[in-house]
């Protein structure tokens, strides 16, 4: 192949490469910066945003999602203890659907679910949000006055997903724990107390310790990206929805994508 | 990093530029104490720039900016927004919170950056509001008010913390001419009153004569002229004679599609 051509073919890795690299450098710049506005405040002693400021996102973030987050797992729930325990059911072990749907809800769907949920929901309003913020110049007049802009605007709105994501996680495994003891009632005719029995006795401590460090993790990465994306915004109303798909379709893949890689050093590192 | 320096603003050969394109190129000004310095030029020639240069908003490619003693291309982050609560803005489309009420708007840096109670910052809320006469409007939303208003409670907002300084942007920009006569009248009144410098930046010329103590024409990035308002009036610089009196015959559109297109 003549070196022309190569260039022309290495290149555009190069400069995507090269985008992708500063867009995580530009991430971690702003979540660093965030936390420094953040403790400066606390250190003079301060609270960096007003109370009333982070309720109103976990009411918007947390409480309002509720109703998605369950209906959406328990509905998943309901399909995935049918489908397992058909298949289960022809080799006699049907009794293996609650340990199976449990602990793959605890540990693995429940957060991955409510992330995913959260931010369609959530991560896309806080970017629409700054973004517009940012086009209108209120981020800009903010700054003017001298408050922090990160620390009022967007360390409120990362604790409140911060907080309220393992909250939401454990709602979505009760669903989806709910309706697999329907189906197993319904269809497999396992009574709700030896579902218990089965649903205790198969899911160990760290698997929701796991869930749960998960949520958290899955919190950080939404709320970061959501809010970066916000106020990164340029040129009017289109740079809003262009930031906004940009915001839900970096979350999501940043989701699944850091689920995998905590899976695999999980299964390296605690093999059973 | 200080300096003996007794003017509220100095640009010393201020260079800036985005990416290709040079907005200031050498621009030096220094700005007295109680100046109402209006800044001149066409539209996109750097007039809105070098106001958010004075705030720390934007860094120069190169060349300093002095507030009083500090040098704002220096500070460090948590200084210049020690520095930020002596200037106050007030922005062409007003850039009020639009989640917050008018009331909240004002009381927001009180509440930010003051030790206050709630019952001062209402009294001073209360007393800025009728500064500006927009005490009945303390709850209606930003969206409830008209163009006028809102920059009758940008400027209140900006006043709230007894800036040294205030810069406006455009500040009867698509008003009609009663309410920006109005405008330009409460910020007279109120830099009077309050004894603030304040820098105006303006194309509206009826407006910049109304208000100003010294006039600036930037041009080309550079501060041409600069001078009291009848001086600047009677000013022989060509590009000042074109700016005041709108003809298209002139340096100002000398090689430009504009100038082509008239021709």
Same mark, same amino acid.
């Given at each position: 192949?003549?070196?022309?051509?190569?260039?022309?073919?290495?290149?555009?890795?190069?400069?995507?490469?090269?985008?992708?690299?500063?867009?995580?450098?530009?991430?971690?710049?702003?979540?660093?910066?965030?936390?420094?506005?953040?403790?400066?405040?606390?250190?003079?002693?301060?609270?960096?945003?007003?109370?009333?400021?982070?309720?109103?996102?976990?009411?918007?973030?947390?409480?309002?999602?509720?109703?998605?987050?369950?209906?959406?797992?328990?509905?998943?729930?309901?399909?995935?203890?049918?489908?397992?325990?058909?298949?289960?059911?022809?080799?006699?072990?049907?009794?293996?659907?609650?340990?199976?749907?449990?602990?793959?809800?605890?540990?693995?769907?429940?957060?991955?679910?409510?992330?995913?949920?959260?931010?369609?929901?959530?991560?896309?309003?806080?970017?629409?949000?700054?973004?517009?913020?940012?086009?209108?110049?209120?981020?800009?007049?903010?700054?003017?006055?001298?408050?922090?802009?990160?620390?009022?605007?967007?360390?409120?709105?990362?604790?409140?997903?911060?907080?309220?994501?393992?909250?939401?996680?454990?709602?979505?495994?009760?669903?989806?724990?709910?309706?697999?003891?329907?189906?197993?009632?319904?269809?497999?005719?396992?009574?709700?107390?030896?579902?218990?029995?089965?649903?205790?006795?198969?899911?160990?401590?760290?698997?929701?310790?796991?869930?749960?460090?998960?949520?958290?993790?899955?919190?950080?990465?939404?709320?970061?990206?959501?809010?970066?994306?916000?106020?990164?915004?340029?040129?009017?109303?289109?740079?809003?929805?262009?930031?906004?798909?940009?915001?839900?379709?970096?979350?999501?893949?940043?989701?699944?994508?850091?689920?995998?890689?905590?899976?695999?050093?999980?299964?390296?590192?605690?093999?059973? | 990093?200080?300096?003996?320096?007794?003017?509220?603003?100095?640009?010393?050969?201020?260079?800036?530029?985005? /990416?290709?394109?040079?907005?200031?190129?050498?621009?030096?000004?220094?700005?007295?104490?109680?100046?109402?310095?209006?800044?001149?030029?066409?539209?996109?020639?750097?007039?809105?720039?070098?106001?958010?240069?004075?705030?720390?908003?934007?860094?120069?490619?190169?060349?300093?900016?002095?507030?009083?003693?500090?040098?704002?291309?220096?500070?460090?982050?948590?200084?210049?927004?020690?520095?930020?609560?002596?200037?106050?803005?007030?922005?062409?489309?007003?850039?009020?919170?639009?989640?917050?009420?008018?009331?909240?708007?004002?009381?927001?840096?009180?509440?930010?950056?003051?030790?206050?109670?709630?019952?001062?910052?209402?009294?001073?809320?209360?007393?800025?509001?009728?500064?500006?006469?927009?005490?009945?409007?303390?709850?209606?939303?930003?969206?409830?008010?008209?163009?006028?208003?809102?920059?009758?409670?940008?400027?209140?907002?900006?006043?709230?913390?007894?800036?040294?300084?205030?810069?406006?942007?455009?500040?009867?920009?698509?008003?009609?001419?009663?309410?920006?006569?109005?405008?330009?009248?409460?910020?007279?009144?109120?830099?009077?009153?309050?004894?603030?410098?304040?820098?105006?930046?303006?194309?509206?010329?009826?407006?910049?004569?109304?208000?100003?103590?010294?006039?600036?024409?930037?041009?080309?990035?550079?501060?041409?002229?600069?001078?009291?308002?009848? /001086?600047?009036?009677?000013?022989?610089?060509?590009?000042?004679?074109?700016?005041?009196?709108?003809?298209?015959?002139?340096?100002?559109? /000398?090689?430009?599609?504009?100038?082509?297109?008239?021709?």
């Amino acid at each position: 192949m003549p070196e022309g051509n190569e260039a022309v073919i290495v290149a555009p890795g190069v400069q995507l490469a090269r985008n992708f690299f500063r867009e995580v450098g530009s991430l971690f710049w702003f979540v660093a910066h965030t936390l420094n506005e953040t403790t400066e405040r606390l250190q003079s002693g301060r609270l960096p945003f007003r109370a009333a400021s982070f309720f109103r996102h976990t009411q918007r973030a947390g409480v309002d999602s509720v109703p998605l987050v369950s209906l959406v797992s328990f509905f998943l729930g309901l399909t995935m203890a049918l489908l397992t325990g058909y298949q289960l059911q022809r080799f006699g072990t049907e009794r293996l659907i609650p340990g199976l749907v449990s602990i793959a809800f605890t540990r693995e769907l429940g957060p991955l679910i409510t992330g995913i949920m959260l931010a369609a929901r959530i991560g896309a309003a806080f970017t629409a949000e700054l973004g517009t913020m940012q086009v209108s110049e209120e981020v800009e007049a903010i700054e003017a006055m001298g408050i922090g802009p990160l620390r009022f605007l967007v360390a409120p709105r990362m604790l409140a997903l911060f907080f309220l994501m393992p909250c939401l996680s454990t709602i979505s495994n009760i669903a989806a724990i709910f309706a697999t003891s329907l189906v197993s009632r319904a269809y497999f005719s396992i009574a709700f107390v030896y579902f218990l029995d089965l649903v205790r006795d198969a899911l160990l401590i760290r698997d929701i310790i796991t869930g749960v460090l998960k949520s958290f993790l899955f919190a950080l990465l939404i709320g970061a990206i959501a809010c970066y994306r916000g106020l990164s915004v340029r040129g009017g109303a289109a740079g809003v929805g262009i930031a906004t798909t940009s915001s839900v379709v970096t979350a999501v893949t940043t989701v699944i994508g850091f689920d995998t890689l905590y899976n695999i050093v999980y299964i390296v590192f605690y093999p059973t | 990093m200080s300096t003996q320096n007794t003017d509220v603003v100095e640009l010393r050969d201020v260079h800036m530029q985005f /990416e290709e394109k040079k907005v200031l190129d050498g621009t030096s000004l220094e700005v007295h104490p109680e100046d109402r310095l209006v800044i001149m030029g066409q539209s996109g020639s750097g007039k809105s720039t070098i106001l958010r240069l004075i705030l720390g908003i934007l860094q120069p490619t190169s060349g300093s900016i002095f507030f009083k003693q500090f040098e704002i291309t220096r500070l460090k982050r948590r200084k210049l927004q020690q520095v930020r609560r002596s200037i106050g803005m007030v922005y062409q489309y007003s850039a009020l919170l639009s989640s917050r009420n008018v009331r909240d708007n004002i009381a927001l840096p009180l509440e930010e950056l003051t030790d206050k109670s709630p019952d001062e910052i209402d009294q001073i809320v209360d007393q800025k509001l009728e500064l500006v006469g927009m005490k009945d409007s303390k709850d209606l939303m930003p969206s409830e008010l008209s163009g006028g208003m809102r920059k009758r409670v940008s400027l209140a907002r900006a006043l709230v913390l007894e800036p040294e300084l205030v810069l406006f942007d455009e500040p009867s920009a698509g008003l009609d001419p009663v309410i920006a006569s109005v405008i330009d009248e409460l910020i007279i009144n109120l830099t009077e009153k309050s004894q603030v410098t304040s820098i105006i930046v303006t194309h509206e010329m009826g407006s910049a004569f109304r208000i100003g103590t010294r006039m600036a024409m930037l041009y080309q990035g550079k501060i041409i002229e600069d001078a009291a308002p009848e /001086e600047f009036k009677r000013s022989t610089n060509p590009v000042v004679s074109q700016f005041l009196s709108g003809s298209t015959e002139g340096p100002i559109l /000398e090689g430009t599609q504009d100038a082509i297109a008239t021709k």
